[in-house]
């Protein structure tokens, strides 16, 4: 009987169901499946977190959350400004060391395995994904696995099938919006959560939204504006934007 303790890293979204279905059926136990609860995320989005913590518990996981002692609205007010495509201070923040303090706690001796979800399909910076990462600056040194890392998402999706799952036509909205969306993204953000980004804006006096990535748009609204326009009548620029999309960290976090 394997009595090695694996940390699954969740975010509830497609990867990560297709994550928890592939560790029932090799038949790992002693899994447990933690969630990094960021304060943005979207309204619906602790129910599918709850359906996701379902299926993990059926399969005999345990399922734990973790937070920053400040959450993402919180941490920009406080240091005055948004995190940047280049400078993702929210995943470090709201999801690495939360994650990080939680796992040293139950695994002081650093013995756990971490597996993530991380996928080389799912962008260019992940493209050279490895199945197992040594000696993680992530996790202290912990064995990263990510098994699913040669998956295509037609693979992925049978998973989340026989978790009795649909696939989702969109990322994780653990983060809504994200500092990384996309015009598809954008154009799902619902008012609710572009009325915090307003007050935000407001409140710092900065865009959430850099002016160069989003083709001159300035602001949340005008940012909104640029997500709704048909692709290339916005700014003759437009197109540099889509080599930004889907650019993850490499903590396998996210996403």
């Given amino acids: 009987m394997d009595d090695k303790l694996y940390v699954i890293s969740a975010s509830y979204g497609n990867d990560s169901i297709a994550l928890i279905q592939w560790a029932h059926e090799k038949g790992l136990e002693n899994c447990i499946v933690v969630y990094c609860d960021t304060g943005w995320s979207h309204p619906d989005w602790p129910e599918r977190v709850k359906k996701g913590e379902a299926l993990a518990e059926k399969y005999g996981f345990v399922t734990w959350q973790v937070r920053s002692m400040l959450q993402f609205a919180e941490w920009v007010e406080l240091k005055r400004m948004f995190p940047t495509n280049k400078y993702q201070w929210c995943t470090s923040y709201l999801k690495i060391i939360p994650f990080g303090e939680f796992i040293e706690f139950v695994d002081p001796d650093c013995d756990a ?92 006096g900065k865009t959430m939204y850099a002016v160069s990535r989003y083709m001159g748009a300035s602001g949340i609204d005008e940012v909104m504006e640029w997500a709704n326009s048909d692709r290339g009548k916005y700014d003759r620029r437009q197109s540099l934007l889509w080599n930004y999309r889907g650019e993850l960290c490499g903590s396998g976090l996210c996403g």
């Avoid at 962008?123 to 990462?133: A, L």
């Avoid at 037609?154 to 969306?181: G, Q, T």
């Avoid at 154009?187 to 572009?194: G, Q």
């Fill in 113 to 204: 395995v971490v597996i993530v979800g991380k996928r080389r399909s799912e962008s260019k910076k992940r493209e050279n994904t490895q199945e197992f990462e040594g000696d993680s600056k992530y996790y202290t040194g912990r064995t990263v696995w990510s098994p699913l890392f040669n998956h295509s998402d037609s693979a992925r999706n049978n998973l989340i099938k026989k978790a009795s799952f649909k696939p989702l036509p969109h990322r994780s909205m653990e983060c809504c919006p994200c500092v990384n969306a996309g015009r598809h993204d954008l154009a799902e953000t619902p008012e609710i959560c572009l009325d915090k980004v307003r007050k935000l804006e407001q409140i710092t």
